[in-house]
């Protein structure tokens, strides 16, 4: 089993900036994607980025060009730095990990197993 972790939500106005930071631990090394999810009340969990073990990424049409996803020094730890947020942005953000065999379902959420405990972000207009 993998345990996750985030951190690094808060509330911010439109156009602001946040660092989300999610810590795994345990059976990682059969993880071959982590991700970002968001869910906002109502809505069902959306996938928003994606890295796989060689760093290569993938991302929601809604997010590029203002989230970076990425894996830190410290072994286990990923990171999405969010910039020119928006109030659509809000919601809570969920780490995902998981070995998937196609990078086509990365940012599916029914593809991952393993999912912390979450982190709300709110943006303000």
């Known amino acids: 089993h993998v345990q996750l972790v985030e951190s690094g939500g808060g509330s911010v106005q439109a156009g602001g900036s946040l660092r989300l930071s999610c810590g795994a631990s345990?059976?990682?090394?059969?993880?071959?994607?982590m991700g970002w999810f968001r869910q906002a009340p109502g809505k069902e969990r959306e996938g928003v980025a994606a890295?796989?073990?060689?760093?290569?990424?993938n991302y929601t049409d809604s997010v590029k060009g203002r989230f970076t996803i990425s894996k830190g020094n410290a072994k286990n730890m990923m990171y999405l730095q969010m910039n020119s947020l928006k109030p659509e942005d809000s919601g809570m953000y969920y780490c995902?990990?998981?070995?998937?065999?196609?990078?086509?379902?990365?940012?599916?959420?029914?593809?991952?197993?393993?999912w912390g405990q979450g982190t709300q972000v709110t943006v303000s207009s």
């Open positions: 345990g059976n990682t090394a059969s993880v071959t994607y």
């Open positions: 995902a990990a998981d070995q998937i065999p196609f990078s086509d379902y990365t940012l599916q959420y029914w593809a991952y197993n393993h």
């Open positions: 890295i796989d073990s060689d760093g290569n990424t």
